[in-house]
């Protein structure tokens, strides 16, 4: 497709198991950031990968998180051992060059039991 | 980067013009203005920005002041589709900033 696409939709899962959240960016976009927005709150940013520079990894809340990106395609947002606070939608962006327009998916809701 | 002040909500009546404000008057002069929304259920969307001149697309127009210490967006003919918050974000032109979003303007649109 033409858009950014995030997989899975939905995931629900038991407290203390890991997941994986899965975002295949826009093809060409060298830029593409994770963000988490919990019900009701505004958008927490949580990594940021451009190009072959080490990624921002300044927002990412607790060791359990980890992102990783293979070249400028696809990244995947690790969570290890979830919690219940981790229940929230995970947003993946990408942007096709060093300005600040982004392209959204439609996010991953995770819930954790 | 320099911080912005959005109220927390508005109403505006469908097919009136949306005039959305924000306050940046710590902004510096390589900082950017930039304008997205987030309608319920959706990720953002990026709506336009600008360093200094005025623009304008097809979603929407940005008035900068003189002094570039605020700005409004514009929505000429607001529909209720147009319902959403939208979020002013002010961001160095540099590569090592990141796009954060603040709390935003709830903008309601109603008959």
């Known amino acids: 497709g033409a858009g950014v696409s995030q997989s899975p939709s939905n995931k629900v899962t038991e407290k203390g198991k890991d997941v994986e959240l899965r975002c295949d960016p826009i093809?060409?976009?060298?830029?593409l950031y994770w963000y988490r927005q919990r019900l009701g709150q505004g958008l927490e940013f949580l990594i940021y990968?451009?190009?072959?520079?080490?990624?921002?990894k300044s927002g990412l809340p607790s060791d359990r998180f980890s992102a990783e990106r293979t070249g400028e395609s696809v990244s995947t947002l690790t969570i290890q051992r979830t919690q219940q606070e981790d229940s929230a939608v995970y947003l993946c962006?990408?942007?096709?060059?060093?300005?600040?327009?982004?392209?959204f998916g439609e996010g991953s809701r995770l819930t954790v039991l | 980067d320099a911080k912005t002040t959005q109220p927390p909500s508005m109403d505006c009546a469908e097919g009136r013009a949306a005039n959305l404000p924000c306050n940046h008057s710590t902004i510096s002069g390589n900082e950017y203005v930039y304008w997205y929304r987030q309608i319920h259920s959706q990720g953002p969307q990026y709506i336009i920005h600008?360093?200094?001149n005025n623009e304008t697309n097809e979603m929407a127009s940005l008035i900068i002041t003189e002094d570039r210490k605020s700005s409004t967006l514009i929505l000429p003919h607001a529909t209720l589709r147009d319902t959403a918050v939208y979020y002013c974000?002010?961001?160095?032109?540099?590569?090592?900033?990141?796009?954060?979003f603040g709390t935003g303007t709830r903008l309601q649109v109603t008959l």
């Open positions: 600008g360093l200094k």
């Open positions: 962006a990408s942007s096709p060059y060093r300005g600040w327009e982004l392209f």
């Open positions: 990968f451009q190009g072959n520079s080490a990624p921002d």
């Open positions: 974000i002010v961001i160095s032109g540099g590569t090592a900033s990141k796009l954060t």
């Open positions: 093809s060409g976009h060298t830029a």
